[in-house]
């Protein structure tokens, strides 16, 4: 066990919805990313927060948003959501902001029909 | 900009047999290596890691060495067994500021009894 969870675990929904995956980050750990995997993209880099404020952007679509709140755990907002949006998110945390290793959630698998 | 590469799976193997995964790096500076593994239907767990040239990384009979002359960080283990079968990532840590984990395209490994 990681010690960071995600919810909810699964998630079914229509194209043109929004959707809200939520994270709690270790205990201690003040770092939070959320990535999105999928077959033909692999492991795609999302976006990065630190004690509340974003601190680095990866591949993230504008209809893609999230943020980090006071008790540190994060939510990722996807709207007007695509087929292609199909995909497992996961969360991960860390001590720092840079260097220390990444502990990662087991993921919310999202299919869009 | 920073990136990993790996050799593409699947990887088939015996119970017993001698395992190696390559992956090799393009980074500025001086990056931090991580090898990820993820079993089915699970998220990412850090299987090892190094964050200095010649480094040895271990865990769970899995090795690899940081090789800055070759820019590789390759997975060993001596006798696999089936519950290695996993999907293995290569990752590194540019450094700085972010703790952006860039990751490879994953390996798939499968050990037959």
């Known amino acids: 066990d990681s010690g960071v969870t995600q919810t909810p675990k699964h998630l079914i929904t229509a194209t043109g919805q929004r959707v809200t995956l939520r994270c709690s980050p270790r205990?201690?750990?003040?770092?939070v990313y959320w990535y999105q995997q999928s077959l033909d993209q692999g492991l795609q880099f999302l976006i990065q927060?630190?004690?509340?404020?974003?601190?680095a952007k990866g591949n993230i679509l504008e209809r893609f948003s999230a943020q980090q709140f006071p008790d540190l755990h994060s939510e990722l907002n996807l709207s007007s959501l695509e087929l292609g949006d199909s995909a497992l998110y996961f969360c991960?945390?860390?001590?720092?902001?840079?260097?220390?290793?990444?502990?990662f959630g087991n993921g919310t698998r999202l299919t869009v029909t | 900009g920073n990136s990993v590469t790996q050799m593409e799976g699947p990887v088939t193997l015996s119970e017993e047999a001698f395992l190696t995964i390559n992956c090799t790096y393009t980074?500025?500076?001086?990056?931090?290596l991580f090898w990820y593994v993820q079993y089915p239907g699970e998220g990412l767990q850090l299987l090892l890691k190094?964050?200095?040239?010649?480094d040895k990384g271990s865990n769970k009979g899995f090795e690899a060495t940081y090789r800055k002359e070759t820019t590789s960080f390759h997975l060993e283990k001596g006798s696999v067994q089936v519950s290695d079968s996993a999907v293995y990532f290569c990752?590194?840590?540019?450094?700085?500021?972010?703790?952006?984990?860039?990751f490879g395209t994953g390996t798939l490994l499968a050990v037959q009894p």
């Open positions: 980074a500025t500076g001086y990056p931090s």
């Open positions: 205990s201690g750990d003040l770092s």
């Open positions: 991960a945390s860390s001590v720092r902001q840079g260097g220390s290793p990444l502990h």
């Open positions: 927060y630190y004690n509340g404020e974003e601190r």
């Open positions: 190094a964050t200095k040239a010649d």
């Open positions: 990752a590194l840590i540019g450094g700085g500021a972010t703790n952006k984990l860039i």
